[in-house]
């Protein structure tokens, strides 16, 4: 379906999930900038929430996420006390200013602490900030050791929003990435999950996989499709082994190339096109009558942290360890190592160590590659020396991926694959850096 232009692929870049990228993050932002940042919360401004988990009750090799072992209830306890001091501490600096229209808990896997703890997470998070009866909740979930206890806390919390981590379902491949779940236990939390009033389930799959082929990805994504989620993600794995170490026990030896990886990305997408499913962005997929594929048909996709959304805040603070906050004019990230988060909310202050303040030109780059992501289109017009934007854009042009309207760039159709390459040009901190980045499919 999609042309394979190996020049074009062959720069690994960002995932452009901010602008300025993680990786522009200094040490020059802390505790002072997050207090700036939440003083200027209007009143009324809608603010989502996102909270980190750090825990699992088992590492999967291929995951790029800053968890760890759940493996000690008093870790979890005493992390879960540090969180919920952090919440009063961004409460109190908010003041009862902004109104927090969605909550999302992520990780790590947010059911690897015990139900009870998240229900009493949920409950302190509502009684700290401004939230109305209809603030969106959604959680991460692993499958394996979900069940109907778990189901009736989510139900009780008002979870209507729920993400599987599935990846594939071939059991040699989930082997392979030191994930195993069996099929029947998925099925079993999809079916608990609908049952406890969650109206919209996301699957996370994955290409690029040790060892998968066509046929092994075809399986899974019609397996997928016989459970009926509301949405899927479907990601190319990046193997950055000289950066996640866990990534070593991959046998690189066995993993797809990027005209196979290509390829896959195609057959996702055409299979669940094909399905009825709505494709949004260059790696997401939701029915029709799903939130996500309503904000792409209307042009108000937004992207963050978490990747594709409809969430309109302009502000998302982040709370727990390695969290990312986003603020008009700052991206600020708590400290990753639990045992200095630990020191810092226990002193009474912000947890910040990481980050950037974004400068007027930042901002306007951010937007341009948010629209090219989200909406295929962007006004270039104000973008600092164009001229050069247009030399690099030069081969995706006679290459038919892209062209121009003024000052308008448009990605055509053939474009999706290419969107995070395209999205670069435009980068101005982006060198040569492959070893950095993922394969941009």
């Known amino acids: 379906m999609w042309t394979y232009h190996p020049d074009l692929l062959a720069r690994a870049v960002p995932r452009y999930t901010s602008y300025p990228t993680a990786a522009e993050f200094g040490d020059t932002v802390g505790s002072e900038d997050m207090a700036v940042a939440l003083d200027r919360v209007a009143p009324d401004e809608a603010i989502s929430l996102y909270l980190h988990i750090p825990y699992c009750r088992e590492i999967c090799w291929y995951c790029g996420c800053n968890t760890g072992a759940a493996n000690r209830s008093a870790r979890l306890s005493n992390y879960l006390a540090r969180l919920g001091e952090e919440i009063a501490l961004v409460a109190r600096r908010l003041d009862g200013r902004g109104r927090v229209g969605r909550i999302a808990f992520g990780g ?149 190339d990027a005209a196979a990886r290509l390829r896959h990305a195609a057959l996702a997408h055409e299979t669940l096109t094909g399905a009825g499913y709505r494709a949004v962005g260059f790696d997401h997929f939701a029915r029709p009558d799903d939130a996500l594929a309503q904000a792409a048909a209307a042009g108000t996709l937004r992207r963050n942290f978490q990747g594709f959304t409809e969430d309109p805040a302009e502000t998302l603070v982040g709370l727990g360890a390695s969290a990312i906050s986003e603020f008009p004019d700052r991206l600020l990230q708590n400290e990753k190592n639990t045992g200095r988060y630990h020191m810092a909310i226990g002193s009474g202050r912000f947890a910040v160590t990481r980050g950037l303040r974004r400068s007027a030109e930042d901002r306007l780059r951010g937007r341009a590659i948010e629209a090219i992501l989200t909406r295929g289109e962007a006004d270039l017009s104000g973008v600092p020396q164009l001229g050069a934007v247009h030399s690099r854009l030069a081969p995706f042009v006679e290459h038919g991926l892209v062209r121009w309207n003024g000052e308008r760039l448009l990605l055509q159709d053939e474009a999706r694959p290419y969107a995070r390459v395209i999205a670069a040009t435009l980068d101005a901190y982006r060198g040569e850096e492959p070893a950095r980045f993922s394969s941009a499919v």
Do not use: K
């Open 108 to 256: 790590g896997s947010p059911n690897a602490i015990p139900a009870d703890a998240f229900a009493d997470l949920v409950a302190q998070v509502r009684d700290a900030f401004q939230c109305d009866d209809d603030t969106i909740v959604s959680v991460e979930i692993d499958p394996r050791g979900f069940g109907a206890g778990w189901a009736r806390v989510l139900r009780g919390a008002q979870v209507t929003r729920a993400s599987l981590g599935v990846q594939t379902f071939d059991p040699a491949i989930q082997a392979a990435i030191g994930r195993v779940q069996p099929e029947a236990e998925i099925r079993e939390a999809v079916a608990i999950l609908r049952e406890a009033g969650v109206s919209s389930i996301n699957f996370d799959l994955m290409y690029g996989l040790p060892a998968q082929d066509d046929d092994s990805l075809r399986a899974t994504l019609a397996t997928a499709l016989t459970m009926a989620p509301d949405r899927l993600a479907v990601f190319g794995y990046a193997h950055v082994p000289h950066m996640i170490a866990r990534q070593r026990r991959i046998d690189a030896t066995l993993l797809p």
